[in-house]
């Protein structure tokens, strides 16, 4: 099952390598991983999107726990959350491409934020599936470039990962 | 608070955190970028720099100062090849949790990642094999980092820690201000065990019609040994320990069935196998103690596990009730549970449980065919065992003699066994006996090898003459690496690939080049004379390298074959 595990860390050097090192080194998936300095400086808040039994998720959360850098360590999947990604997306915008890719954006609560001759490039943020399913609806040709974050989640309500 | 008002530099810096943990030994190599610090070291006495002839024996004689004395071991290396040497010894301390801090000399701060000479990425290397490391890039930050990598090396699950110091910043000069106490807010390890889970524990033991303990390395670094040896006696338990915990409890005891796994008794294994209630201590069920997993949890039976890692605990078996704890606080309240609930014991059932071990038991699977044309490995550790009145120090290097050395030198007190259980590195024998030797200049030290091991670190035997260390190497030859052709006829049909060892030098004379006294035993009723010789006052002061020329068809059993299950052992008497 796919698992979303958010930890806050240390914000040192090679904190990043010795989370990704172990993923590496046990031989568990990662289907995304984000990371980047908290409103306190000295630490960083790291998003891993991952997959595996419980058994390996379970093992997946002690191993984190145990790196020295790691403060904390929350499975957002233990509870409600709020899962977001952010993507651009460079697309053709060619004749019928540029009204069609308007209207396209528009559906999927996208916004234009860079218009050129040829293309515009579009800014859409949502949960994982949502981010698949504007690309999937869109013509495979008309797609030039895309880029996406990885997921970043929050708990909901009282769900509070803090130090 | 320990502080200086002069400046001093990051070297003396170095070497005044080392008094201030009251390190007695180092053991390093120098080198280029930790020439600063050795100038530090030779204007000190407090600690004794111990000079090795290569890296990787340095980290395994800290290691084993460590692993027989419970102190944090320290090793100094520099820069590149050194750190790179370094890694096997590093990789084999952290596969047995041994606290050990390292020190790596490293380029100087302006020249990292420029390909410098001698230069690797040191932290990057051994992060996947060190419990914690860093690198120091300030010299204002070495007492505090210091600090640090001693607390997190010997507390919680303990393991190495490395310590990167480039070298200007040996050079650099600043205030000495060591740390009274370390905080550090991402790791704060359990101690006390859940008091709960405890009472569940022991109802399921004294319940169980068929008890079983399975004690682990955990017990003899979590010096746990007095509080396991109260339990397993006021609660009456049969008891088995893995390759890492012998002596944990004492091996002569009659609850005790021997060591369990690949190469366990049959009694324990059989133990094991068919309890159903299962106290693992310790231990982390690996692959070569219960063998098939599937096998094993195919029979019924309830498991308790008491460990400090969380993440030991149903990692490979899934465990009904998980005590999260250092194993010495948690056996103490279970002793103090015991004392004062006095709980009722299934006692007709256990004593049905103990006739059904003894019948086990009765199946003498440690017996050999002796010999009196060859001499027999086993028969070589028995002897040891008698000359030496069971009180030696044993280390061992990888392969077959070190499974005979834990099968026929029972041991009866823990860090006395000192031996490369998870990463099986071949090549430790000789510099762990350096290690133990230097800790405990009285104790007989006696190093069981092979003719393949021994030549790993084969070049520590002029440290040994450097320091004077009188350790003795029991050197089982059997022309062979014996485990390799061990499993090459069982399991690949006699084609002995590449297991032969050709061109063997003449141990006695290279002994005897080193400096040191060699002899050769080639005939069964030579072996105890020449053993009490080797042993005598006369010698006290030498080591002896004691090259026995052993059968070279002889095999460890019983032996559970890879990917079978505990109950499937082969036994000598089965061939």
């Known amino acids: ?163 | 608070m320990e502080q200086s008002s002069k400046q001093l530099t990051g070297a003396e810096i170095l070497i005044r955190c080392l008094h201030e943990e009251k390190v007695k030994f180092v053991f390093g190599y120098p080198g280029g970028a930790v020439l600063n610090i050795y100038d530090a070291i030779f204007q000190q006495n407090k600690f004794k720099h111990v000079l090795v002839r290569h890296e990787q024996a340095a980290i395994h004689a800290a290691d084993a100062y460590s692993r027989s004395t419970g102190e944090v071991g320290v090793a100094l290396v520099t820069s590149g090849p050194g750190a790179t040497n370094a890694v096997t010894g590093i990789a084999t301390a952290y596969m047995d949790s041994v606290p050990l801090v390292i020190i790596s000399g490293q380029v100087p701060t302006y020249a990292i990642g420029e390909d410098a000479f001698q230069e690797c990425d040191t932290v990057g290397i051994t992060r996947p094999c060190v419990k914690h490391n860093f690198l120091v890039k300030d010299v204002k930050d070495i007492a505090a980092t210091m600090k640090k990598a001693f607390y997190v090396a010997a507390s919680g699950r303990p393991g190495p820690v490395l310590v990167d110091i480039p070298k200007d910043v040996t050079a650099h000069l600043g205030l000495f201000e060591y740390p009274n106490t370390v905080q550090l807010r991402s790791y704060n390890p359990v101690t006390k065990g859940h008091l709960g889970q405890i009472k569940k524990a022991l109802k399921l033991l004294t319940e169980a019609k068929r008890p079983m303990v399975y004690s682990g390395g955990g017990v003899v670094l979590g010096d746990a040994s007095a509080h396991l040896i109260k339990l397993i006696q006021s609660l009456g338990l049969p008891i088995t320990s893995t390759l890492m915990g012998l002596g944990g409890y004492p091996s002569t005891d009659k609850q005790f069935l021997g060591m369990l796994g690949m190469h366990g008794t049959y009694e324990a294994n059989m133990a094991m196998q068919e309890c159903d209630v299962l106290l693992a201590v310790g231990a982390r069920f690996d692959d070569r103690v219960i063998g098939n997993t599937e096998h094993f949890l195919s029979r019924p039976r309830t498991i308790i596990h008491i460990d400090i890692d969380p993440s030991s605990i149903s990692k490979r078996v899934k465990i009904d009730v998980p005590i999260v704890g250092d194993v010495k606080s948690v056996l103490s309240d279970m002793n103090e549970i015991i004392a004062t609930e006095k709980p009722a014991q299934n006692t007709a059932a256990l004593k049905d449980w103990f006739q059904q071990i003894e019948q086990w038991r009765s199946k003498n699977c440690l017996s050999y065919a002796q010999s009196t044309e060859f001499i027999k490995p086993q028969y070589v550790i028995q002897k040891l065992y008698e000359v030496t009145k069971g009180d030696a120090y044993i280390t061992s290097d990888v392969g077959q003699h070190q499974m005979w050395a834990a099968q026929y030198y029972p041991f009866d007190k823990p860090r006395r066994w000192i031996n490369s259980g998870g990463l099986g590195t071949m090549g430790v024998g000789l510099p762990y006996a350096m290690g133990v030797q230097l800790a405990h200049p009285e104790a007989q030290v006696a190093c069981i090898t092979g003719e393949a091991s021994i030549q790993m670190c084969i070049q520590e035997l002029s440290t040994c003459k450097q320091f004077h260390l009188p350790i003795k190497v029991i050197t089982l030859n059997n022309r062979y690496m014996g485990m390799v052709r061990q499993w090459q006829e069982f399991f690949y049909g006699n084609r002995y690939s590449e297991s032969y060892m050709e061109a063997l030098p003449d141990f006695v004379k290279l002994a005897e080049a080193y400096g040191h006294v060699g002899i050769r035993v080639e005939n069964p009723a030579d072996v105890e004379d020449a053993l009490k010789e080797a042993f005598s006052p006369k010698l006290k002061e030498r080591l002896v390298f004691m090259d026995f020329m052993t059968d070279q068809k002889e095999n460890v059993f019983p032996m559970i074959p890879n990917g079978k299950g505990l109950s499937e052992m082969i036994l000598a008497e089965d061939l």
């Open chain 1, 1 to 163: 099952m796919r698992h979303i595990i958010s930890l806050l860390m240390e914000n040192e050097s090679g904190a990043l390598s010795r989370v990704a090192g172990l993923f590496s080194a046990r031989g568990y998936n990662i289907e995304s991983l984000t990371v980047a300095p908290t409103e306190d400086p000295t630490l960083s808040r790291m998003t891993i999107v991952t997959s595996g039994s419980d058994e390996v998720i379970e093992q997946i959360i002690k191993q984190l726990n145990k790196l020295i850098d790691v403060v904390k360590v929350l499975d957002l999947n233990d509870g409600k959350f709020i899962e977001r990604e952010l993507m651009l997306v460079k697309v053709k915008a060619t004749g019928a491409f540029r009204e069609e890719m308007k209207r396209m954006c528009d559906i999927f609560r996208g916004r234009i934020i860079d218009v050129a001759d040829g293309s515009f490039t579009i800014e859409l943020t949502g949960s994982g599936t949502k981010l698949d399913a504007f690309i999937e609806s869109l013509d495979k040709a008309a797609i030039l470039e895309t880029v996406r974050t990885g997921a970043s989640g929050i708990g909901r309500g009282d769900r509070i990962l803090k130090v």
